[in-house]
């Protein structure tokens, strides 16, 4: 019982930062409309935060000190620009091969920095993930042979932004599949599992400009 406290303790160090990134984001964007990247930059000063916390006790654990000023500082620049190399290569270096067709490249740099955070950051849980859709426009809706959607989050909103994403589910372990759903959803995404011949897992992003959009 004791191994398995530490590893759960150990397991949560290592999650906490992401998850305070991620669900932080979508919190202040959810309730305070603050915009895309303000959102997002709170998210990540909490990141910062917590990470700065950690360095400080490893480093009080091995010198019995707290540090000076300039010790100080120099642990809050250094988790500042983890965190800041992190999203960057979050929100920009997707890889081709988690997206089902290079037309998706374009459409993932207009998909909502937060939803792009949380996809590269599952990518990491799971390398095998396949984005099928991203950013669509109504006439995509007729060229699939389907009733156009008024209230997609597809679309491209007010900011320029689609706020909704869908990831391969067909020909995966269903346990994975679960693993997806329960990661998405954890992390305050809202997530709608398409069944069928399409079988996908529809996720997206609470939108103000479409508060019941989906």
């Known amino acids: 019982?004791?191994?398995?406290?530490?590893?759960?303790?150990v397991v949560l160090v290592i999650v906490l930062p992401f998850f305070l990134l991620i669900r932080g984001s979508i919190f202040i964007h959810a309730n305070y409309n603050l915009g895309a990247w303000v959102s997002l930059a709170g998210g990540?000063?909490?990141?910062?935060?917590?990470?700065?916390?950690?360095?400080?006790?490893?480093?009080?654990?091995?010198?019995?000190?707290?540090?000076?000023?300039?010790?100080?500082?120099?642990?809050?620049?250094?988790?500042?620009?983890?965190?800041?190399?992190?999203c960057a290569y979050g929100l920009f270096f997707i890889s081709a091969g988690n997206m089902k067709s290079p037309a998706l490249q374009k459409e993932i740099t207009e998909?909502?920095?937060?939803?792009?955070?949380?996809?590269?950051?599952?990518?990491?849980?799971?390398?095998?993930?396949?984005?099928?859709?991203?950013s669509r426009v109504p006439e995509d809706y007729k060229k699939m042979g389907?009733?156009?959607?008024?209230?997609?989050?597809?679309?491209?909103?007010?900011d320029g932004y689609a706020y909704a994403i869908d990831l391969r589910t067909n020909g995966r372990f269903e346990t994975r599949n679960?693993?997806?759903e329960l990661y998405f959803s954890v992390l305050g995404f809202k997530i709608l599992r398409h069944v069928g011949t399409e079988d996908h897992l529809h996720v997206s992003l609470y939108c103000h400009y479409r508060p019941n959009g989906r």
Request: charged share 20%.
């Open 1 to 9: 019982m004791g191994i398995l406290f530490k590893i759960l303790r």
């Open 44 to 86: 990540a000063t909490l990141t910062a935060l917590i990470l700065f916390i950690y360095m400080t006790f490893i480093y009080r654990r091995f010198t019995k000190k707290f540090g000076d000023r300039d010790n100080l500082q120099r642990r809050s620049l250094f988790a500042i620009a983890l965190v800041g190399v992190y």
């Open 111 to 134: 998909l909502h920095p937060i939803l792009r955070m949380g996809i590269s950051t599952f990518i990491l849980i799971d390398k095998k993930m396949i984005i099928t859709d991203a």
């Open 146 to 158: 389907l009733k156009t959607a008024n209230k997609s989050l597809h679309y491209n909103q007010k």
């Open 178 to 180: 679960k693993m997806m």
